[in-house]
């Protein structure tokens, strides 16, 4: 009987799986990815500049200094900066119930910025960049995993929906937050609705952004204008705006010239008119947890393994760390000439992330209640602490240091 096809398979050409597959691509695995969606390997040197909003990709990430060492690492930075990507080297955060405000500067951490903020599109097409030219890489795409074969000793069998079958002795998913491979491998996950929805559209503003990121936390949820580079002279921003399903309805039915006005105006103008707006976008959020991301020959990554709320940011950052460990892991145990399926590699990878995602996710749901909560007595103690927290300074540098995933 011959063997696995592969060493092995990732499923899922999103960031998460990509930056996986570049991660292992010089390893001498032998790797298939599959992504149901056609798979653009042909890299981001040619984007067209961006005339107007509807240029940018209106999904976005915040990429923290500690994702962008991993970007490094892959070598897909070069890349990035040379398309159009916007450092942000402050903050503002401020509670619209009160007065309660932070204000982050990354000089108070000695740190040039806080971040990247980068369009999904640009961070994908660099990770995938010449992928198909490597070797050890095998692309399918398009292509949707449509089951799994569990039964055999030591490898995983993967079909795809056009009725062809691969095997590998360990398969990733990285399919994302409503993962097929987690279903069919019977991953438990523990989730709850947030009852908010993200809208999502880029819009371009009187007033430049001065490299500085805004959240704005309303008792519907926080609306978060991100900067993105000016092109001629414009300004332009990336909005998700979190709110409760019935207000997210509203915003999402609302004509362009009553949305941006809404807009502008949920900001207190600080960047002045909302002065065009692409077409807005909606994802309901859902808090999502895999309680266990390993099996023998099957791991979870990024989205798949974990969602959490966008409003600090923090979800493909910890998907990168993810790859990053995972990886790690894989290139020790085929240094030493084990197998990638194996149960305690695996475990190792598990115990090295599912304590900092967890964290994270009950971080991102306390802020989340806490800037929810209308009654006087906790909007004065919240106001109260951003103030203290504000000024607190050795507490607040740690905070930093924290959401830039550096110690
Ligand atoms: C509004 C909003 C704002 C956000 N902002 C930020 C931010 O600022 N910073 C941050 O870090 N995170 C942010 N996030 C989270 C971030 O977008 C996600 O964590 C990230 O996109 C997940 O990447 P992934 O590769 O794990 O999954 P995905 O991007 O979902 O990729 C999964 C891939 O798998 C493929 N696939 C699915 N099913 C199959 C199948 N059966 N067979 C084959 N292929 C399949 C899909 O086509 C897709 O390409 C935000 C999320 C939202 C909703």
Redesign the pocket.
């Known amino acids: 009987m011959s063997g696995p096809d592969y060493d092995v398979i990732v499923?899922?050409?999103?960031?998460?799986?990509?930056a996986l597959a570049r991660a292992l691509e010089d390893s001498g695995l032998r790797l298939a990815l599959?992504?149901?969606?056609a798979l653009d390997t042909g890299g981001i040197d040619h984007v067209p500049t961006a005339t107007g909003v509807g240029d940018f990709d209106p999904?976005?990430?915040?990429?923290?200094p500690a994702?962008q060492r991993l970007l490094e690492s892959l070598g897909a930075w070069e890349a990035l900066v040379a398309s159009r990507i916007c450092p942000y080297r402050s903050m503002a955060v401020w509670d619209a119930d009160g007065t309660g405000h932070i204000d982050f500067q990354a000089a108070e951490v000695d740190a040039p910025h806080l971040g990247h903020?980068i369009e999904?599109r640009l961070l994908?097409g660099a990770l995938l960049a010449g992928l198909d030219r490597q070797s050890g890489i095998t692309l399918i795409s398009p292509?949707?995993?449509?089951d799994l074969d569990l039964a055999r000793e030591g490898e995983v069998v993967v079909e795809l929906e056009d009725g062809s079958a691969l095997s590998a002795p360990l398969v990733v998913g990285?399919?994302?937050?409503?993962?097929?491979?987690r279903e069919l491998a019977g991953f438990l996950t523990r989730e709850w609705d947030y009852g908010h929805s993200?809208l999502?559209t880029t819009v371009c503003t009187e007033r430049p952004h001065e490299a500085c990121a805004y959240q704005r936390f309303l008792a519907t949820g926080p609306l978060a204008f991100?900067p993105l580079p000016d092109i001629d002279g414009r300004h332009y921003c990336s909005i998700?705006w979190?709110a409760e399903t019935g207000r997210a309805e509203q915003l999402l039915a609302l004509d362009d010239e009553a949305f941006r006005s809404e807009l502008g105006a949920a900001l207190e103008h600080r960047l002045g008119e909302v002065l065009d707006s692409s077409p807005r976008l909606s994802?309901p959020?859902r808090q999502r947890h895999a309680t266990d991301y390993v099996k023998p020959g099957l791991a979870l990554?990024?989205?798949?393994a974990h969602?959490?709320h966008?409003l600090a940011?923090?979800?493909?950052?910890?998907?990168l760390q993810d790859v990053a460990a995972l990886s790690d892991e894989l290139l020790t145990a085929a240094g030493r000439g084990g197998s990638p399926g194996e149960i305690d590699v695996l475990l190792r990878y598990q115990r090295r992330r599912k304590g900092e995602n967890l964290v994270m996710m009950a971080a991102m749901d306390g802020f989340k209640r806490l800037f929810g909560e209308r009654r006087l007595p906790v909007r004065w103690l919240r106001n109260t602490g951003m103030h203290w927290v504000d000024r607190s300074g050795p507490l607040k540098q740690q905070l930093m240091r924290h959401a830039m995933g550096v110690r």
């Open positions: 499923v899922g050409g999103g960031i998460a799986g990509a599959v992504e149901a969606r999904r976005v990430s915040a990429i923290t994702s903020i999904n994908a292509a949707r995993v449509a990285a399919d994302g937050a409503l993962s097929r491979l993200a999502v991100l998700v979190s994802f959020l990554v990024g989205d798949a969602t959490i966008p940011g923090q979800g493909i950052n910890l998907g």
